[in-house]
């Protein structure tokens, strides 16, 4: 039997919620606001896991700074091959060396005398060049070295740095020996992504088109599901098939002149990698563009092919173009099929059945040799990889800004 | 009034006129052009389903094959009876007069629990302590015993299966010195036979599954024949399994917090800005990352010198795991999002309307409810992790491990290096033994698949 209490009695009306929880279960409540530790630790905790993204972001910015910009201010000594032809005493300024070796000393060049890294360094004053010798006029002992006596056949060094100007309009990298250009892997680079949207954009935008226009329901259940599978390959085995059979398919079209590693394989097999990502993006842009455009084409007597390219196609462009720069992304920073399919050197001269080296891949490359910390190489690296974020920063940055300033409001 | 500007209709003025037949010619082309187009965007379609059946076919085709078999030494010529016959004493004999040099070293490899350096220089007792050895050897070092006596420990410790395998691997030493394809291997098998009989009078011609229980559970070498995937895979397991702890807490957490905790502060779309970031950036500046923050600026922490560990580097499994969840946190806190927006408003109003606190209706009404779908996106982001080459090179994977990895500070090698590893190696063959590797690796990656699939479908509920 339930107990009814009645409402109208005044004895209830006035007493608290806390009250008639008593009376009812026997056990006091305390209904004021209780502080929570237990919460608001958990809530400082879940805030440090949001807000590890942007300490994702700060680390990377930090860490690509810190060592590129000691790519651009260490000094890297350069072996000449140049040594002196006599014993030098600790004061004297003038002397001569062998003709052999490097010849593009300036005024201004600091050289070292040997290989530690704490011997006297000196300063060229004054060059001059005869048939059999190099007679360098210098500063001794400068940049904080002692000049001392040096005897016969000691080797030079020459100071070299990278410069942002040498980084950004050299043809050739090899950074040990002082060559400094990023160009080629630049050029490598855009040459695969290039390859990849030629095949990726046409293939991909068909696919998009027929899954939103042409293919029935049931159609698209099955045919969606491949378009994930080829995603979710890992691109390691892309680049297995790249080097396994699509060089010689290659070959076997083109003929001798495809080397086995070579910038087409890699480009067109990155560009199927990237397929299913301009497709999916494309798709849903597509499928965004509202339905009277599409009836109000089909009752002016546009067939649907017409459809598509004249009404579809540019309402989606927003949406088309944001899919287009993220698979350009996406390439940029494709490492394994570049790596076991084009090749393992920058080159700036390579043609399309030649291989090179592009950004990504040659990040992966040096970094699996020996590379002593704080090296050159080491630091090359990095410069590198900023290069190659700030590349993709700016892509990523232009794909959401379009996405946001041109979509269309019906 | 009468010239306000009220837009008259205009006139349809005829610009030009065709005739009947003309329009229907231009119909028909532009028809005709219309099926041109729907073709090809169908075959665009079929496009990928063809490029996965030949990437598959591919790679099962380099899996199987028929190889030739060169054996150093012909295992007819060791003694008058096949092999599989001879007692446990009748093969350690054979191995004592072919390879005796090799015994103390198969004990080394097999049994011992000391660093390589100490192990000539400690008792037997020590040096593979949990073997059994013969009492009166038990105090000598191995160097004391001649090469019988070492011989007898051996015995002591394996079964004649085991003998037979040890012979095998050390005296007989079958390679492979040239493999071909599946498909060739069934349909060219005459040519086959007579290039092999022409090149390799005194070898075998087999049939071979590159892709064998022996092939998983051998651990590197230098050679194809004897190639296999252990250590890459526990590598791979040690990896994933920490990688996938710590991207669910974090990611999870994170999505919380965006979701739930969050009021649209600039601070926050600071953070969700950073996170559509995060997701486009190249997996090789990960590596980058991981390598100068994980491996070199925290290496005291990575390397587990904290806890005692020495002879190691930052270059550990913990410093890889880490750099991966770094990787998939940002489309995994994506999906969470999603997966936790999914759940209705109602469910929090009559949790927070029955006086529960924030966590107490995040904890027991919300995140039980989106669990599925926060499943479903973890498993699918653990398979992309998988995957992962680039990042793991940059921070150090080993190219050359002979142990297995046991604990978060070991060295490490995962699936994908390994296949990496192996096909820019110039023996063809290696060629084969990475083809199977790629199919263990599709096929965890199915599994896992199939996994996130069967769990978005069984467990979801209608909200």
């Known amino acids: ?410 | 009034m009468s010239e306000q500007a009220i837009p008259q209709p205009t006139t349809g003025e005829i610009v030009e006129t065709i005739s009947d037949a003309d329009f229907k010619q231009q119909l028909r082309k532009r028809q005709r052009r219309g099926k041109v187009g729907e073709t090809f965007f169908l075959l665009s379609n079929l496009f990928g389903l063809l490029m996965i059946i030949i990437l598959v076919g591919h790679v099962l085709n380099n899996t199987f094959g028929l190889v030739v078999i060169s054996n150093v030494v012909d295992p007819h010529t060791l003694a008058d009876r096949p092999l599989e016959e001879l007692s446990k004493d009748e093969l350690i004999s054979i191995l004592l007069t072919q390879q005796p040099k090799r015994i103390p070293v198969i004990i080394r490899d097999r049994y011992s629990h000391v660093e390589d350096t100490l192990f000539t220089k400690v008792p037997l007792s020590e040096a593979i302590a949990g073997a059994n050895i013969p009492e009166a050897y038990q105090e000598m070092l191995i160097t004391d015993l001649s090469r019988e006596q070492q011989a007898e420990v051996l015995a002591a410790n394996v079964d004649q299966g085991q003998m037979l395998d040890l012979l095998t691997d050390n005296v007989i030493k079958p390679t492979v010195v040239q493999s071909w394809q599946l498909i060739p291997s069934i349909f060219d098998r005459a040519s086959i036979e007579q290039e092999f009989a022409e090149k390799y009078p005194e070898d075998e011609l087999v049939f071979r599954s590159w892709l064998s229980l022996d092939f998983i559970t051998s651990s590197i070498s230098s050679s194809a024949t004897t190639a296999g995937l252990l250590t890459a895979l526990l590598g791979t397991f040690w990896i994933i399994g920490i990688t996938g702890t710590i991207a669910i807490v974090l990611g999870v957490g994170a999505a919380i917090y965006l979701e739930e905790y969050a009021q649209g502060n600039p601070l926050e779309r600071l953070i969700e800005i950073n996170i559509r970031n995060l997701a486009a950036i190249p997996s090789v500046i990960y590596g980058m990352l991981g390598l100068s923050v994980f491996v070199l600026s925290l290496e005291p922490l990575f390397s587990g010198r904290w806890l005692g560990y020495t002879d190691t580097n930052g270059r550990t499994v913990l410093a890889a795991a880490a750099t991966l969840a770094l990787l998939i946190l940002p489309n995994l806190i994506v999906t969470s999002q999603e997966a936790i927006r999914a759940v209705p408003r109602t469910i929090r109003e009559a949790s927070y309307g029955l006086g529960a606190t924030q966590w107490q209706t995040i904890s027991r009404q919300v995140l039980p409810a989106a669990l599925p779908s926060i499943l479903t996106g973890v498993i699918l982001s653990v398979a992309r992790a998988l995957g992962e080459t680039a990042p793991l090179l940059v921070v150090g994977a080993s190219t050359f491990i002979g142990v297995n990895p046991s604990s978060p500070f070991s060295k490490f090698t995962v699936v994908p290096v390994q296949i990496y590893q192996w096909t820019s190696r110039p023996e063809l063959e290696f060629r084969n033994v990475a083809a199977a590797a790629i199919i263990v690796l599709l096929g965890v990656m199915i599994i896992l698949n199939l996994t996130a699939i069967i769990t978005r479908n069984r467990f979801s509920q209608r909200l």
């Open chain 1, 1 to 410: 039997m339930q107990e009814v209490i009645s409402v109208s009695s005044p004895s209830i009306q006035s007493r608290t919620i806390a009250d008639q929880v008593a009376v009812r279960t026997g056990r006091v409540a305390n209904l004021n606001r209780q502080p929570r530790l237990f919460d608001g630790a958990i809530r400082t905790f879940l805030f440090l896991c949001a807000f590890l993204s942007v300490m994702t972001t700060i680390g990377i910015t930090a860490v690509l700074l810190k060592d590129a910009v000691r790519f651009f201010t260490d000094t890297l000594w350069l072996e000449t091959n140049k040594a002196l032809t006599q014993t030098i005493t600790a004061d004297q300024t003038i002397f001569t060396t062998t003709k052999t070796g490097r010849e593009d000393f300036v005024v201004g060049n600091k050289i070292r005398f040997g290989s530690g890294s704490s011997n006297e360094v000196a300063e060229i004053v004054g060059l001059t060049i005869s048939e059999d010798s190099f007679t360098f006029e210098v500063l001794r002992g400068v940049d904080g070295t002692t000049a001392i006596e040096h005897t016969q056949d000691t080797e030079l060094y020459m100071a070299t740095a990278a410069t942002i100007t040498a980084f950004l309009t050299g043809v050739k990298w090899s950074p040990e020996v002082g060559n400094f250009g990023i160009l080629p892997l630049i050029k490598s680079t855009l040459t695969t992504t290039l390859i990849a949207m030629l095949i990726a954009v046409p293939l991909g935008l068909g696919t998009a088109i027929y899954l939103s226009e042409y293919a029935s329901r049931k159609t698209r259940l099955r045919l969606k599901p491949i378009l994930e599978i080829l995603a979710g390959i890992p691109t390691v085995v892309y680049g297995y098939f790249a080097l396994t059979l699509m060089t010689p398919l290659l070959q076997a079209i083109f003929g001798e002149a495809v080397q086995v590693y070579n910038q087409l394989s890699a480009g067109i097999v990155v560009g199927i990698l990237i397929i299913p990502t301009v497709s999916s993006i494309s798709e849903d842009a597509i499928n965004a563009v509202p339905n009277a455009l599409r009836e109000a084409s089909y009752g002016l007597g546009a067939t649907r092919l017409e459809t598509v390219f004249k009404v579809l196609l540019p309402a989606a462009l927003s949406g088309i173009s944001a899919a287009i720069i993220l698979g350009v992304s996406r390439a940029f920073g494709e490492t394994m099929i570049v790596l076991l399919a084009a090749g393992a050197g920058p080159s700036w001269e390579a043609g399309l059945f030649d291989g090179a080296e592009t950004m990504a891949g040659h990040i992966a490359r040096i970094s699996t040799g020996d590379i002593s910390y704080g090296s050159i190489q080491y630091t090359s690296v990095y410069a590198i990889g900023l290069t190659l974020f700030l590349m993709t920063l700016l892509l990523n940055f232009v794909s959401s800004s379009i996405t946001r300033r041109f979509r269309e409001i019906y």
